[in-house]
């Protein structure tokens, strides 16, 4: 046996697997027809949901307040 045998890595040639079937439309009827409520509690939470910011560290949802006309927002 050559020293570099014992490094080497040959793949089996095996493979048993299977791939699930993607729609391609992700977008369900339900969500492209959701409008914005009016109330900030409401929207904040469905955006919180539908993008599952607790989990998805691609979006970041910040909260802050504004003053405008001595008056927080």
Same mark, same amino acid.
């Given at each position: 046996? $050559? @020293?570099?045998?014992i @490094?080497?890595?040959?793949?089996? &040639?095996?493979?048993? @697997? +299977?791939?699930?079937?993607? $729609?391609?439309? $992700? ?5 492209? %027809? ?23 560290s691609?979006i970041?949802? &910040? %909260? @802050?307040?504004?003053?405008? &006309?001595? +008056? &927080?927002?």
């Open positions: 046996m $050559n @020293f570099k045998d @490094f080497k890595y040959t793949p089996s &040639r095996d493979y048993s @697997f +299977t791939l699930k079937a993607v $729609n391609s439309n $992700n977008v369900t009827e339900h969500d492209s %027809e959701k409008k914005i409520s009016g109330s900030y509690d409401l929207d904040l939470k469905y955006m919180k949901n539908k993008y599952s910011s607790l989990i998805n691609d970041q949802i &910040r %909260e @802050f307040l504004l003053t405008a &006309r001595d +008056t &927080r927002i």
